[in-house]
């Protein structure tokens, strides 16, 4: 178990020097959805490429910026983009915006992202509420993260997601009359899409949505005991669930144009935490 304390000191020791509040909400945004950070008022935005010690994201869609934004009087930590597994970073690194956004002060946290649709009742522009996390792919890497390498641990892993967040984001998307579906978020590891075979096998068991993100920041965040929940947009069909062939910017265009929606039902959530 890595010391992120020690390994990015540097970061947070700079970011606290930086940061123009404490913020109390901390919000992840995925592929396609950082738009988000430019429709509110932010107070300072930082290149994560500025912060010296901060891991570089390569992925086309991803800025790499960190805001501190406000909406309704609630302060808001705000990341737009993310470093990813297979990326070539360790699991530990791409927990470090959570790292961050705990050790400034924020309490909650809501990760976005953009994800394959496996069942068959949604379609590309569905948001979706993650009501469980599947990260058996990577449960010895989170293991790992998180220090339960005692084999006879009996912590039945974390309860998450929140289930106050949970109910939160579900009335703010019946307020807002958005039709939220829920469902099972599948880590794999990526970086290529996976396979027909491959959504097949993890459809048999039980996934709802496939992605390359989140879990282990779910995860990360449960164990510093935040408060976090997750909403996927569905932003393609996976693969063989539809003929059409997989393409970053078929994520990257779907994620735009539900990016008003993205917004509503984000701003209505921060308003009732
Ligand atoms: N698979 C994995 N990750 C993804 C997908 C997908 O179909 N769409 C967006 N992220």
Not at 25 to 39: N, W
Request: a neutral charge; proline letters at 4%; charged letters at 20%.
């Amino acid at each position: 178990m890595i010391n992120l304390n020690s390994k990015y000191k540097t970061v947070i020791n700079f970011l606290k020097s930086e940061a123009p509040f404490e913020p109390e909400f901390s919000i992840i945004l995925g592929s396609g959805l950082g738009d988000f950070a430019e429709q509110i008022h932010t107070h300072k935005s930082i290149s994560t490429s500025d912060i010296p010690g901060y891991p570089a994201s390569t992925v086309i869609g991803h800025k790499g910026k960190i805001h501190f934004a406000e909406y309704e009087n609630k302060k808001l930590i705000l990341f737009q983009g993310r470093v990813h597994f297979y990326e070539g970073y360790d699991i530990n690194e791409c927990v470090i915006p959570v790292f961050i956004s705990y050790k400034l002060g924020a309490d909650k946290l809501l990760l976005t992202n953009a994800a394959g649709g496996i069942n068959k009742n949604f379609s590309p522009g569905d948001l979706m509420l993650i009501t469980s996390f599947n990260g058996i792919l990577i449960k010895k890497e989170l293991t790992d993260l998180i220090g339960l390498t005692n084999p006879t641990a009996k912590n039945n892993f974390l309860v998450l997601p929140h289930p106050k967040l949970n109910s939160v984001i579900k009335l703010s998307a019946q307020k807002e009359k958005i039709d939220l579906k829920e469902g099972v978020y599948f880590y794999t590891k990526g970086p290529t899409y996976e396979t027909p075979a491959e959504i097949r096998f993890i459809e048999k068991f039980g996934a709802d949505a496939v992605g390359m993100s989140t879990v282990h920041e779910a995860v990360y965040a449960a164990y510093l005991g935040m408060k976090v929940s997750a909403i996927s947009c569905i932003t393609n069909f996976a693969a063989g669930i539809s003929d059409q062939k997989l393409s970053h910017s078929e994520v990257t265009e779907t994620a735009d144009r539900v990016k008003d929606t993205f917004a509503k039902l984000v701003k209505s959530v921060i308003k009732s935490v």
